[in-house]
């Protein structure tokens, strides 16, 4: 069997890629906060264990409003340790005379109806248990405390790089992409599955880049190509195919909250015109259209429009319909399909 080459970069296709691949390298390497500080004997912190659970769950009633309910501001330790209407919250090294360890055991915090996980509830017990301690000393200024040190650092929030490809000893990779996976399998002993089979190859790539599965003639057809380029054709060529669109532009669909009604137990109107916005999406997946344009286009399409707006003008009405899903039932754009 020849070694298939990777297909060239499409930016949209290959951020998906990349983040599926590093979820099924991270996957099984995950467990809870809880189990790993448990191993390694680490304490638990309040930046690092217990304000993400906090910020979640806790600080638009208690501390990020102009009003704190019951007085209480939970973002910082010495907040709580001040407490509010009634008292200080937290008893370090004692969780069971602590108010917040009480109200959260018993369900009474949050309000509402999603309550912290036994994870959750654990790490906050076992924080309390050890001192209730912080990594380091906390601002006097309120207003620094706005995103501590470790949200700060998150990946996402650093400027973009261009990382050193890791050097690999032995035929492990083919591409740069491949050699950064390669090389954190190896930190935690992890190797190769075994190489898949061109059937199982090309079912695989055409189910993730197109939803559906192979014909019989495109498997035929793969499975005698001997040219070396026969991967990279396979994957051009489904990347060309409306379907991939399609099948990639579901998600974004999902995360717009798009909807052909406006739901609603009583009266579950349609949106006539939605199923323009979905059409938008679709081609903007299948034309691989920058991010960048993606995302202005949906949140000020009309702010694009140069002169007055004209209902017979293709480009006007696909930046019309980009932003119309940010529109409340369309209403401010549906108008104009009627012209």
């Excluded at 912290?116 to 654990?122: I, R, V």
């Excluded at 930190?187 to 089979?197: C, D, K, L, N, T």
């Amino acid at each position: 069997m020849s070694h298939f080459q990777p297909h060239r970069h499409y930016p949209m296709f290959i951020c998906r890629r990349m983040l599926f691949l590093a979820l099924l390298v991270t996957l099984p390497l995950v467990t809870s906060p809880l189990v790993v500080r448990a191993a390694d004997g680490t304490p638990l912190t309040f930046e690092t264990d217990v304000r993400p659970i906090l910020k979640a769950q806790c600080f638009h009633c208690h501390g990020e409003g102009d009003e704190r309910r019951g007085g209480l501001d939970t973002r910082l330790v010495r907040l709580l340790r001040a407490g509010g209407d009634s008292g200080t919250v937290i008893v370090p090294g004692n969780p069971d005379d602590s108010l917040l360890w009480q109200r959260i055991e018993a369900d009474e915090m949050p309000k509402g109806t999603k309550k912290l996980s036994a994870d959750q509830k654990a790490i906050i017990r076992r924080w309390i248990e050890g001192g209730a301690l912080t990594a380091r000393p906390e601002p006097e200024n309120i207003a620094e405390a706005r995103f501590s040190q470790e949200e700060l650092a998150h990946w996402a929030w650093q400027p973009v790089q261009q990382p050193d490809v890791p050097q690999l000893d032995g035929n492990t990779h083919r591409t740069p992409i491949d050699a950064f996976i390669v090389a954190r399998l190896r930190e935690h002993g992890f190797g190769h599955s075994p190489e898949a089979e061109r059937h199982t190859l090309i079912r695989r790539v055409t189910f993730a880049v197109t939803g559906l599965p192979p014909s019989p003639a495109e498997v035929d057809g793969f499975l005698h190509d001997d040219s070396s380029d026969a991967y990279d054709r396979l994957v051009d060529r489904l990347l060309e195919s409306p379907q991939s669109g399609v099948r990639w532009g579901r998600h974004w669909l999902d995360v717009a909250g798009y909807a052909e009604t406006n739901g609603g137990p009583a009266d579950d109107t349609e949106r006539a015109h939605a199923w323009r916005y979905r059409d938008y999406v679709i081609h903007a997946f299948n034309a691989n259209r920058p991010v960048d344009e993606f995302l202005v286009e949906q949140l000020a399409g009309d702010e694009l429009i140069d002169g007055e707006i004209d209902s017979a003008n293709p480009r006007h009405r696909e930046l019309l319909t980009a932003t119309g899903n940010a529109v409340k039932h369309f209403q401010a754009v549906e108008f104009r399909w009627s012209c």
